[in-house]
């Protein structure tokens, strides 16, 4: 399934849901965390609906290359200067709330509320 209409990023996605966009293409959304951790904190998500990194195959390598290039883009737009954070949380153990891959990019200068 391409799209979740039930996804609450898929929701973001298609506009049905407001978000602080930071960045889009055809393939990628970024856009802030509503509860940040740090002084910048911003979610970078497929458009594709991938429920977490457990359903990847290998054509997604791709498209995760992409993630992980745009997160110092992004940074670094943002004014991060020194050093930021990136993580993907996977499944229950893994702490995963939302079920639609998504990387957080953390930066900005400390303390921050955690992490
Ligand atoms: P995770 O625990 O890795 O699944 O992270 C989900 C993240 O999504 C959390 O950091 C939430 O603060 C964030 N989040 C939840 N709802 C929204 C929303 N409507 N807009 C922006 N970020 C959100
Ligand atoms: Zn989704």
Redesign the pocket.
Same mark, same amino acid.
């Given at each position: 399934m391409s799209h979740d209409p039930n996804c609450?990023f898929c929701k973001?996605i298609a506009g049905q849901?407001p978000?602080r966009k930071v960045y889009e293409d055809s393939e990628l959304l970024a856009?802030h965390?509503? @509860?940040p951790w740090a002084p910048v904190h911003v979610?970078i998500i497929p458009k594709l609906h991938i429920a977490s990194m457990v359903e990847l195959t290998d054509e997604h390598a791709a498209l995760l290359g992409k993630m992980s290039v745009l997160a110092p883009k992004l940074m670094r737009e943002l004014g991060v200067t020194n050093g930021f954070r990136t993580v993907i949380?996977t499944g229950p153990d893994g702490?995963?709330?939302?079920y639609h891959l @998504?990387m @957080?990019a953390m930066g900005g200068p400390r303390p921050w509320l955690k992490g």
């Open positions: 609450l973001i849901i978000s856009f965390d509503i @509860h979610l949380n702490g995963q709330e939302v @998504h @957080h």
